[in-house]
């Protein structure tokens, strides 16, 4: 995709700096309510003492750690690297663009709620695809970015935690 589609999409929140605001804040927000509930989900498996606890651990862990290590090796190159277009948050990272961590990690925990409660997943699920409109229309993800990284957070997830 171009650059004009991008900037289609971010014009709105450059021109507008409350809007901006409430986008940056959805960003925040919808990133910690995860990093939040996936402890949380650990927590009432471990004090519950349920069987699920150790995939629900590992599953995640082991995933996160080789989306890690890809995103490495292939070193993709962030929107803002490539244009003359800043990115709508303070970021400065180099590379490490594909695949989308953060959405990675959104599926994956939702893939891991699923496992234990499916309706928390679909409204998991819903956030995601939330969250990866919005690291795009800030400008440090591609498209390409967040479909991979929605794409690999589900497909580990269902196959760590229904299928192995």
């Known amino acids: 995709m171009q650059k004009a589609f991008y900037d289609r999409l971010s014009r709105p929140f450059e021109e507008n700096e409350e809007k901006k605001k409430r986008l940056i804040a959805a960003n925040s927000v919808v990133t910690k309510a995860f990093y939040i509930a996936y402890p949380v989900l650990l927590v009432i498996l471990a004090l519950t003492r349920d069987d699920r606890f150790f995939r629900v651990l590992l599953v995640p862990l082991i995933s996160f750690v080789i989306v890690s290590v890809f995103r490495r090796v292939c070193g993709a190159r962030r929107p803002y690297e490539i244009w003359d277009a800043p990115p709508l948050i303070r970021k400065d990272t ?20 699923a496992y234990v409660c499916l309706p928390a997943a679909i409204a998991m699920i819903a956030a995601g695809v939330f969250l990866a409109a ?4 800030i400008r440090v993800h591609f498209v390409r970015d967040v479909v991979a990284g929605t794409l690999i957070g589900i497909g580990l997830g269902l196959l760590g935690f229904f299928v192995l």
């Open 94 to 113: 180099r590379g490490n663009s594909f695949p989308s961590r953060h959405v990675f990690s959104v599926f994956m925990i939702a893939m891991a709620a």
């Open 134 to 137: 919005v690291r795009v229309i």
